[in-house]
């Protein structure tokens, strides 16, 4: 440690009393000091080109405060390049290149002098490049053929081959590599040759991916909770695991292979857990969530339908151990080998599309005891199997051979008794009996307070009857599935979301039906429409194609095969009702666009009162609508009368009716509203010579629909009789002719006519 001492003597003069007498000097001490140890020494980093570059310095302590600054194979670096930042010590690099690779030093400085880091090695690889791809080939039976595939990359990639998703094995295949160029060569083509063959490049840099993921679960208090983790990458990716919102707990640890333990669960324990893994290449992350549920409360584990079988095997042969398992959630499936993690490790084992384990090329050293573990949110259910390898040409594979000797599963059990401390049940053998006979039965429980796995109680169990022994009293094993429906919530006026939850939900239960049906609108309630949730996972579902303004009564029912559970309570509903307000002006603003009308000729060609003013109308109209004059024929009133529109054009309930009687002259217009009940009204006071143009309307809460047939009526007026009794005729004679032009004028209606208009086209009714 170098520890630097500076004598700084200064002279400080001030006047006192206006005589300037000297202050004697003042002595400062200034101490500079720079420590030997970086707090943070930058570490040998691996990129890949493009992606960037962090190397982390944290200087060693001093006074002044150090500054940093980069060498880079001895020489200072060059800030210039705009890719290239410092700050704080860390040295970050965007987009790294080859030419960035190099010894990077971190030096830090100050007035004592300066301090070297150690240094630190960044290599920058180029991910695989294929420079020259197979292409695809057609030749005929005996011919040879070869598939050619050239790579690049930093380091050098290694190349193998697969025929669909099997590793290709050389001896019928013929493959010889040479530095980056790989050739696979078939000397004799046969049928069983055809297929896809996939060239496979691979360095030392590879993204990290899971091999299992971390799963949901839910664990009773005081019980253990286990979330895998496994990886793969290269280099082999650093795994380690947060919890959101705390710190960690001594009750936590983490395995090599990033298994995350807690013992002894607790309330507090519940949350999110995240699980990262991290390498030169990348990083992934994983959430899984840890709920704590009290004892009481009973969700099944998985249920692993078919199970592995013990076997044997030749060595070189293809074994296949199968598993499928089921549940609510979908279950997860990991094997394991003499207890210990397997898939991942080796590329000659892997999972087949349902969980079962297939290992190619069986070596005497895959001998073993294999478990297949499928878990899920609710727990977890293993089953073991040995395989024995041999060197025999003879042995096949057992199972491949004999899978039709496996029953199937008996029928469901069935409880014949009941005690404080005992269930009797009985079943049927399955109607898959196989080729051999069933010599037992093995019976399994679970129970939340007991285990969070399917637990043994008896096997060799040669009858379907058995009685389990030693239960605890007033113990669930199975609980009843309740179904909570929340209040729906209207989306328009044809469709209702909803949403349930579910209370001790059980892994058999498929799916849900959704019943509901009309109570508005109708005498007596409607019959149940159903939709069926066929995915048990999902709480939501979307009503659609709804009538408008009606009630609703909603339920929803879990089922399994044929069996249906309870309902839950029904919820209420009402969609919306549908209409629109005039989008502006009165009835009367649009009467220009009318024709003009001459005497008794009826309206043609206008355009119907209120309909062009509503965006959008309602769908129902009123298909019959009357005129009716009041009286004798020279009435100046007029009934209107309608019918209500049908059921399922109303969208919403109808709160009034609108009659527009409408002319081209707005003064004459008469408009009257009425009460949803009434079904005519009386028009008077209409003026003679006029033509009116009628419409009908209902309303609802939303808004006015559109207008009914448009009809059309001209009003008679009486015929003007000069009654001048005891006048002179030569007075009578002189008026006659004035009398006679007057009338022709203003003709009285000695008819009337109704036009309908529907559509395009016009239908007209007089007499």
């Not at 005081?222 to 919102?245: D, H, L, S």
């Not at 249920?303 to 079988?309: F, L, T, Y």
């Not at 309740?482 to 006026?493: E, G, M, T």
Request: with cysteine; aromatic share 6%; glycine share 8%.
């Amino acid at each position: 440690m170098f520890i630097l001492a500076r004598l700084t003597v200064s002279t400080v003069m001030r006047v006192i009393d206006s005589s300037p007498v000297g202050i004697p000097s003042v002595s400062q001490i200034h101490i500079f000091v720079l420590r030997d140890d970086f707090r943070q020494n930058p570490q040998d980093q691996v990129v890949v080109v493009g992606d960037p570059a962090n190397l982390d310095c944290q200087p060693p302590r001093g006074h002044p405060e150090p500054t940093v600054y980069w060498k880079k194979d001895k020489a200072r670096l060059d800030l210039k390049d705009d890719r290239i930042t410092v700050r704080g010590g860390k040295l970050t690099i965007s987009g790294a290149r080859k030419s960035d690779a190099g010894m990077y030093v971190c030096v830090a400085a100050n007035m004592v002098g300066e301090k070297e880091s150690e240094t630190a090695q960044l290599s920058v690889f180029e991910r695989p490049v294929f420079v020259q791809r197979p292409v695809n080939q057609v030749v005929l039976v005996e011919e040879s053929v070869e598939f050619r595939c050239q790579v690049q990359g930093d380091p050098p990639p290694t190349v193998r081959w697969k025929k669909e998703d099997l590793d290709v094995s050389r001896g019928r295949y013929d493959i010889r590599s040479e530095k980056e160029d790989s050739l696979l060569r078939i000397k004799r083509a046969l049928a069983s040759d055809q297929g896809t063959f996939t060239c496979i490049a691979e360095n030392r840099v590879e993204a990290p991916q899971f091999v299992v993921r971390p799963r949901d679960q839910i664990v009773t208090q005081g019980r253990t909770a286990t979330f895998p983790c496994e990886t793969k990458g290269k280099p082999q990716p650093t795994v380690f695991w947060q919890r959101e919102g705390s710190q960690g707990d001594s009750r936590v640890s983490v395995s090599l292979s990033g298994e995350m333990t807690i013992r002894s669960v607790q309330r507090s324990d519940a949350g999110y857990y995240t699980c990262q893994a991290l390498t030169v290449a990348g990083s992934i992350l994983a959430k899984a969530q840890l709920e704590v549920a009290d004892a009481s409360k009973d969700r099944p584990p998985p249920i692993i339908r078919r199970g592995p079988a013990n076997q044997t095997q030749a060595v070189g042969g293809a074994s296949v151990l199968r598993c499928q398992a089921s549940g609510d959630p979908e279950p997860s499936i990991t094997w394991l080998k003499n207890r210990a993690s397997l898939l991942g490790k080796d590329p000659r084992m892997f999972l087949l599309d349902h969980g079962s384990l297939q290992i190619l090329d069986t070596q005497l050293s895959d001998a073993g005891l294999f478990t297949c573990v499928a878990t899920s949110s609710t727990g977890e259910t293993s089953w073991s199997a040995f395989l024995d390898v041999r060197e025999s040409s003879d042995l096949v594979d057992f199972m491949s051979h004999n899978a039709s000797a496996l029953p199937g599963p008996p029928s469901k059990p069935e409880v014949t008794d009941v005690t404080k401390s005992s269930i009797s049940l009985s079943w049927e053998p399955g109607p898959e009996a196989g080729t051999s006979p069933v010599t037992s039965y093995v019976i399994e429980a679970f129970g939340q307070s007991v285990s969070n796995s399917w637990t043994t109680l008896a096997d060799h169990v040669r009858s379907s009857r058995f009685t389990v022994r030693d239960l605890r009293p007033n113990t669930k094993e199975l609980g009843e599935v309740l179904v909570s429906l929340h209040n729906p919530v209207v989306l328009s006026s044809t469709s209702v979301h909803i949403t349930w939850t579910v209370e001790n939900p059980s892994q058999f239960i498929q799916g849900y039906h959704v019943l509901f049906r009309q109570t508005s609108g109708l005498p007596s309630p409607g019959s149940w429409a159903v939709e069926d949730m066929k995915v048990s996972s999902e709480r939501d579902l979307t009503l659609p194609a709804l009538r408008k303004g009606i009630v609703y009564e909603i339920k929803v029912r879990p089922y399994f095969n044929e069996f249906q559970g309870a309902d839950s309570e029904s919820m209420t509903a009402r969609t919306l009702e549908e209409g629109a307000h005039t989008a502006g002006g009165s009835a009367g603003d649009l009467l220009p666009r009318l024709g003009e009308v001459a005497g008794g000729d009826t309206l043609a060609g206008g355009e119907p009162v209120g309909l062009s003013s509503l965006d959008p109308p309602l769908a129902g109209c009123h298909e019959q609508v009357t005129l009716q004059p009041v009286g004798n024929s020279n009435s100046t009133s007029v009934t209107v009368a309608w019918d209500t529109p049908p059921p399922d054009q109303q969208n919403g309930i109808i709160q009034e009716y609108k009659i527009w009687c409408a002319t081209n002259e707005s003064q004459f217009s008469v408009n009257r509203t009425v009460d949803a009940s009434v079904r005519s009204v009386v028009l008077g006071g209409l003026q003679a010579g006029v033509p009116y143009y009628v419409e009908v309307a209902a309303s609802t809460s939303v808004g006015v629909g559109g207008g009914g047939s448009s009809l059309s009526e001209v009003v008679k007026q009486p015929a003007f009789i000069a009654g001048l009794g005891g006048a002179v005729w030569i007075v009578l004679m002189g008026f006659s002719a004035w009398l006679y032009w007057r009338r022709k004028k203003r003709k009285g209606i000695s008819n009337y006519a109704v036009t309908f208009q529907r559509d395009q086209g016009l239908i007209r009714n007089g007499r």
